[in-house]
T-cell receptor, first 113, second 116 residues
Framework: QQQVKQSPQSLIVQKGGISIINCAYE??????FPWYQQFPGKGPALLIA?????SEKKEGRFTISFNKSAKQFSLHIMDSQPGDSATYFC????????????FGSGTRLSIRP | GAVVSQHPSRVICKSGTSVKIECRSL??????MFWYRQFPKKSLMLMAT?????????EQGVEKDKFLINHASLTLSTLTVTSAHPEDSSFYIC????????????FGPGTRLTVT
């Protein structure tokens, strides 16, 4: 099973609040989990990524929490800002499978000023 | 940082004509490039994997003869939409994986194709 399930589909957060996006996967062969940020009319850009042997990774206001036993991972955006308004995709990669990226369905995040 | 460009950024063509989209890695070499298609408010759908010097590998359901891919060098891959029809209108995005990399892929800015 190659699917990566992402929720919620859309999210509205007040400025300064915490935005949380969740993803779940089935394939235990996945060995790299990136998050991408995409603005309208632009290509996605890598935001932060984690490997399954780590439970948490933090870069600035962005944190990935990873639960290997539950096969779930989430993105937390602290002190959310209007400039964070974008679509976020979680993803998973199996290096041995020609590094194909399996994308989640995306979350449209809106930060209210 | 690694930069990937796409040209053109927007193209409008008439039904029945062919359109070529270029994807270039500007500051790194990429043995492997990927082509995606994205419909409005939807996720990216992988169309094919392009390897320099060899034939592209297409995903199930993607017509090889309609979407011609050529990876002529370590910095350039092209996607040609042949005999385009209105249903081919979409946002096409490429990504490039550095030859020296393991997982990282860098995405281009995308090409908006409109077929009239």
């Amino acid at each position: 099973q190659q699917q990566v399930k992402q929720s919620p589909q859309s999210l509205i957060v007040q400025k300064g609040g915490i935005s949380i996006i969740n993803c779940a996967y089935e394939n235990t062969a996945f060995d790299y989990f990136p998050w991408y940020q995409q603005f309208p009319g632009k290509g996605p850009a890598l935001l932060i990524a984690i490997r399954p042997d780590v439970s948490e990774k933090k870069e600035g206001r962005f944190t990935i929490s990873f639960n290997k036993s539950a096969k779930q991972f989430s993105l937390h955006i602290m002190d959310s800002q209007p400039g964070d308004s974008a679509t976020y995709f979680c993803a998973a990669i199996v290096y041995s499978s020609a590094s194909k990226i399996i994308f989640g369905s995306g979350t449209r995040l809106s930060i209210r000023p | 940082g690694a930069v990937v460009s796409q040209h053109p950024s927007r193209v409008i063509c008439k039904s029945g004509t062919s359109v070529k989209i270029e994807c270039r890695s500007l500051d790194f070499q990429a043995t492997t490039m990927f082509w995606y298609r994205q419909f409005p408010k939807k996720s990216l759908m992988l169309m094919a994997t392009s390897n320099e010097g060899s034939k592209a590998t297409y995903e199930q359901g993607v017509e090889k003869d309609k979407f011609l891919i050529n990876h002529a060098s370590l910095t350039l891959s092209t996607l040609t939409v042949t005999s385009a029809h209105p249903e081919d209108s979409s946002f096409y995005i490429c990504s490039a994986m550095p030859t020296s990399g393991l997982y990282e892929q860098y995405f281009g800015p995308g090409t908006r194709l409109t077929v009239t």
